[in-house]
């Protein structure tokens, strides 16, 4: 027998094989009956309905949200709105229900099943109708939201009422006069002395950069601040806010709606900083990043200029999760340090913003070279601000502009005791291998 004769024999025996155990093994395969198939399809009806179901409700609580926070619950437009939206949601899901429990009795054998299967058209293409009729009015929502614009003139509280400005030197372009900074005398969480300052600061002369945190809701979020250290000066606070009205609380949700505009401060810390540490009570921490070169440091400086020349020429508006006082701080500090920063879920969670810096190298864990490294848990010890302000007397000897200067400069010292400031890297290779192994270390 040849070869090619013992393969096609071969094959020829599989096929037939296999055909055989597939016609005469028949008996072994359990072929499902009608009522398992009818009910595979109808689990997934119910499966599809309630996704439908859950996508309406949920658009519907988005849209009935969006016209809440912007017109207020006493508003006639709220409450037309609020009609329309639930009265077209309740005839669509009504219909919904009624076209399956229609398909449902259009399968069981009766005498009525042409009566049935009439209601059941008409059921769908009144349920076509309401669908078309919901998609429009919802679309016609969503444009609206979005058409609706951020305001510059509005009656601000007096924290947040002027805007940030600045000029450069025409000689030297690292002077930077600041018009607008902020340099309250706080009384108590609600009163306080107005005084809004010009201050000018040299950037040749950035000396570092530290993240303070401000917990008033828990352990998960915090207000971050950014502070830049000068050699010959003292610190300057930069803080994204919303822009409250008078008479204007803040609300999580409320953020979502476009309800707030984005606002920047340029600060003292003793204003900014005590605030929150004394008048309001809040627990805030102070944390110097390290392993950074001047120029990343002046880069980062720089966005916030860029930032504020944005906001004056366009409002904006503030979000809670996409466009917040922390996020849009590392959306402008990675576009400086790139892979340095990667990404992380700690972005959206503030209050674990500390310990995203300690595991990625920028919070140094062994600050103190030949010493006990610290933790995460020495760090928050250690960056406590409240203990160290709780004497402070935020209007004691406030009697000229050099006092309170003298003042600023005294408190600016006392928040950062027994925490070494990191010095800068010489070089980018020096910076990204230390911060590597800081991060390798705090594993």
């Known amino acids: 027998m040849s070869l090619r004769s013992f393969f096609s024999r071969l094959l020829t025996s599989r096929s037939l094989g296999r055909r055989s155990d597939s016609e005469g093994g028949t008996h072994n395969i359990k072929k499902s009956t009608p009522e398992e198939e009818n009910k595979k399809v109808s689990w997934r009806h119910y499966l599809l309905q309630l ?36 009265g077209l949601l309740t005839a669509l899901l009504s219909s919904r229900y009624w076209m399956t429990v229609a398909k449902q009795l259009h399968d069981k054998p009766s005498t009525s099943n042409t009566n049935l299967t009439k209601k059941a058209i008409r059921k769908k293409s ?23 614009e951020a305001e510059q003139d509005r009656d601000w509280m007096p924290e947040v009422s002027q805007q940030l400005s600045y000029t450069r030197d025409a000689t030297n372009p690292d002077l930077v006069t600041f018009s607008n900074v902020r340099n309250f005398d706080w009384h108590t969480d609600a009163e306080a002395t107005e005084r809004w300052d010009t201050r000018t600061v040299d950037m040749s002369k950035l000396s570092g ?59 003292e810390e003793r204003d900014i900083i005590y605030t929150r540490s004394n008048a309001r009570g809040e627990q ?7 392993h950074l ?92 601000i409240n203990p160290k302000v709780l004497e402070f007397d935020n209007l004691t000897h406030l009697n000229s502009d050099t006092d309170r200067h003298k003042f600023n400069h005294e408190f600016s010292e006392q928040i950062r005791q027994g925490i070494p400031m990191p010095p800068l890297a010489d070089s980018q290779p020096a910076a990204e291998k230390n911060a590597h192994s800081a991060a390798q270390e705090s594993d």
């Open 293 to 384: 070169q001047q120029h990343e440091i002046k880069a980062l400086f720089e966005s916030y200029l860029t930032a504020a020349d944005d906001l004056n020429a366009q409002a904006a508006w503030y979000n809670t999760l996409i466009s917040n006082c922390t996020n849009i701080i590392f959306y402008m500090a990675r576009m400086i340090s790139g892979d340095r920063l990667p990404w992380d879920y700690r972005i959206w969670v503030s209050g674990w913003l500390p310990n995203y810096l300690y595991d990625v190298g920028m919070l140094d864990p062994n600050p103190i070279k030949d010493r006990q490294p610290w933790s995460i848990d020495t760090w928050y010890k250690r960056a406590h």
């Open 209 to 267: 950069v530290d993240v303070t945190n401000s917990y008033w809701m828990g352990p998960l979020i915090a207000h971050t601040l950014v502070s830049f250290r000068f050699e010959d000066d003292r610190p300057l606070a930069f803080s994204f806010e919303i822009r409250k009205e008078q008479g204007e609380d803040f609300s999580a949700l409320a953020g979502f709606f476009r309800r707030y505009e984005l606002s920047l401060i340029a600060a």
């Open 126 to 148: 009144a349920s076509k109708w309401l669908a078309g009729l919901y998609v429009v009015t919802w679309c016609i929502g969503v444009g609206w939201f979005f058409s609706i």
């Open 51 to 86: 996704f439908i179901a859950s996508i309406l409700l949920l658009s519907a609580l988005w849209l009935l949200l969006a016209v809440w926070y912007q017109y207020g619950a006493g508003s006639i437009i709220t409450w037309l709105s609020a009609i329309v939206i639930i």
């Open 284 to 290: 805030v921490y102070l944390f110097p990043i390290s």
